[in-house]
């Protein structure tokens, strides 16, 4: 490991416009403006789709298309420029402006449910297997289910204002408070440190415990100043979703997510169920862990740290950048293709530097396709898996460059799976190059272990406190102890043994940013959903070879066009219903499990 200091690079944006509130950018939000009034008006003239407006619909839901793929682009754009530099209010305002634009779809949604649920199945299935439409009849599908459950169409129109106006911008006071955030680390010497809070998670998740330790009671302390404001937000964002949920005649909360994630409650209920049955093989490998440390269990702001061994080091962001690229090409030559691209165009941020929001994220846009990556990297491990993790979320998109927009929204269960596919290769190439020191390879197992434990516990955890808090919301807004007080024994159910006493983080509730995005209802299991998942694909990509790549691929390319459960059957002969699938995947972890303990034995009798 050498000394340099190269802590990550900025990205190149500029193919999306060469300036922010340009000219080009000006012009095309004008048009997408002009466009949708347009549209929206010639819509709420259709009084149903019948054979005499049929065609004037077909044009409607293409045009759209088209200017709602515009909209994604600029969208992307200003949250990209947002994100890398959290303190310009410009880009906050703009976030906002788009967000008014957005409604306006929202809008002409409800006049395309309003029509489509009125229509007989006859007709409706002749009309979406018309030539222009027949590629995105699974999505036109899709919006006739969503509106089975909506309120009448004046108060759907209201709610669509309220989103922009109320709803929506929770989070994005959410983002604007959270990226601004700092916090001081007292360190061992007696010396404070301040940082921003986009480093708070790597330097939790740092070998030295002292200095995770120092980051985790700097980092609460800062998120404790603004635990009023986080707890108003929650309540706000779970309160409307309750509301809306009783005005459209949805019993279960979790139904909204479910159809999100294009499943079935059936097969949620499944991944769970044999989740819940493995949660101890989870909890095995932190105990293996713990056990090599000499302790009984670990503090939860531990679950990411590596094995506090000797020497590892940082790594430079060349190094990372190298790792993946070796790892990539050894295994899947035609992504290390695409990752090298991505690094000689400059189309990752992953510089260090405060002003950035916390977390990581790929964009992907249709109208130019164009894949972006962000992150923050801070020379761990970690950050290098959320490299590889980040480039197969754009790999995926890049694979459906040839995929009208409307096909190409494939919801969150499988956009984890390219993502995770890719940390597999990553940990799998290095656990079996002979260029790799034992040291480093145990390091990736050790990732790799802790990986498993965080998607089944961590996420566990999340999903069973977001539960709780929606059943308890149901009956009034919950305070800032008794959020404290869930996620602290959500914490304890789902961990049990391994968490130590007094390990809890009762503010991981204000601190996590998945709970607070509007857009996405449960931004917790479909994570599992997709470990497990890729897993199960990674698997069979063992078993059968390079041979199976084009397969998946086109798995890949079908993710939008067809139910979970559906592409998963028709591809690869698998019953995400059965939990019996999900078992056998959580068992496969044995075997790697086996190796680990083996391996931190020896290294701990000297061998």
């Not at 309220?162 to 990226?179: P, Q």
């Not at 846009?365 to 761990?380: A, D, P, V």
């Amino acid at each position: 490991m050498n000394d340099k200091k190269n802590i990550g690079v900025k990205w190149d944006i500029s193919a999306f416009f060469q300036e922010f509130d340009g000219n080009e950018m000006i012009a095309m939000k004008k048009e997408i403006a002009d466009g949708v009034k347009l549209l929206r008006n010639k819509a709420s003239q259709l009084k149903d789709l019948s054979e005499g407006t049929s065609d004037q619909w077909e044009e409607l839901l293409i045009k759209s298309e088209d200017l709602e793929s515009k909209l994604d682009h600029i969208y992307c754009y200003v949250y990209c420029l947002g994100s890398a530099d959290s303190k310009n209010e410009n880009y906050s305002k703009e976030i906002s402006t788009l967000k008014k634009l957005t409604t306006e779809f929202h809008k002409l949604d409800v006049d395309f449910q309003r029509v489509l649920k009125e229509t007989d199945n006859a007709f409706f299935y002749s009309f979406i297997n018309r030539e222009n439409l027949k590629d995105a009849a699974y999505q036109i599908s899709r919006l006739r289910e969503r509106a089975q459950k909506t309120m009448p169409r004046e108060l759907e129109m209201l709610a669509a204002d309220l989103n922009v106006e109320g709803f929506h911008s929770w989070s994005r006071l959410y983002d604007v408070i959270s990226g601004k955030l700092e916090f001081d680390m007292v360190m061992s010497d007696g010396k404070t440190v301040k940082k921003p809070i986009s480093e708070w998670r790597s330097l939790m998740a740092d070998a030295d415990r002292e200095i995770g330790r120092a980051a985790f009671k700097g980092g609460n302390n800062a998120w404790e100043t603004i635990e009023d404001t986080c707890a108003a937000t929650l309540n706000a964002i779970a309160g409307t979703r309750l509301t809306l949920c009783k005005y459209r005649g949805i019993e279960d909360y979790l139904e909204i997510p479910v159809f999100q994630s294009g499943i079935t409650k059936e097969t949620l209920d499944a991944m769970y169920k044999a989740t819940k049955e493995n949660l101890d093989l989870a909890r095995e490998i932190i105990r293996v862990k713990a056990n090599f440390m000499g302790r009984s269990g670990i503090w939860w702001y531990e679950r990411e740290a590596p094995l506090p061994l000797e020497d590892t080091g940082r790594y430079t962001w060349e190094e990372g950048v190298e790792m993946v690229q070796n790892a990539f090409d050894r295994a899947y030559p035609k992504l290390g293709e695409y990752f090298r691209k991505i690094i000689s165009n400059g189309w990752v941020e992953s510089e260090s530097r405060a002003g950035k929001r916390p977390g990581a994220f790929c964009y992907s846009t249709s109208f130019k396709n164009l894949e972006r990556i962000y992150m923050t990297f801070n020379q761990t491990l970690n950050d290098i898996t959320t490299l590889a993790h980040e480039s197969g979320h754009a790999f995926h998109g890049s694979l459906m460059h040839d995929i009208r927009p409307m096909a190409r929204a494939y919801p969150m269960t499988l956009a984890e799976t390219a993502s995770t596919f890719g940390e597999q290769i990553l940990a799998q190439s290095i656990l079996s190059d002979d260029n790799i020191s034992d040291k480093q390879k145990l390091l990736m197992l050790d990732s790799s272990m802790s990986d498993a434990a965080i998607y089944l516990l961590d996420i566990t955890v999340r999903f069973e406190f977001e539960k709780k808090f929606h059943d308890l919301r149901q009956n009034g807004e919950i305070s800032v102890s008794e959020l404290k007080k869930m996620m602290v024994e959500s914490q304890k159910d789902v961990m049990q043994d391994v968490l130590v006493e007094g390990g809890e983080d009762p503010m991981f509730w204000a601190s996590k940013l998945h709970f607070y995005k509007t857009s996405v209802h449960f931004y917790n299991y479909p994570y599992t959903f997709g470990y497990l998942f890729s897993s199960a694909v990674y698997n069979m990509f063992k078993q059968e070879g390079k041979s199976f790549l084009p397969k998946y691929e086109e798995f890949l390319r079908q993710s939008g066009s067809d139910s979970v459960e559906d592409i998963t059957s028709k591809v690869f002969n698998i019953n995400v219903r059965d939990p019996n699938f999900w078992s056998g995947t959580i068992q496969s972890l044995k075997e790697p499990l086996d190796t680990y303990r083996n391996l931190l034995s020896n290294l701990k009798k000297g061998k």
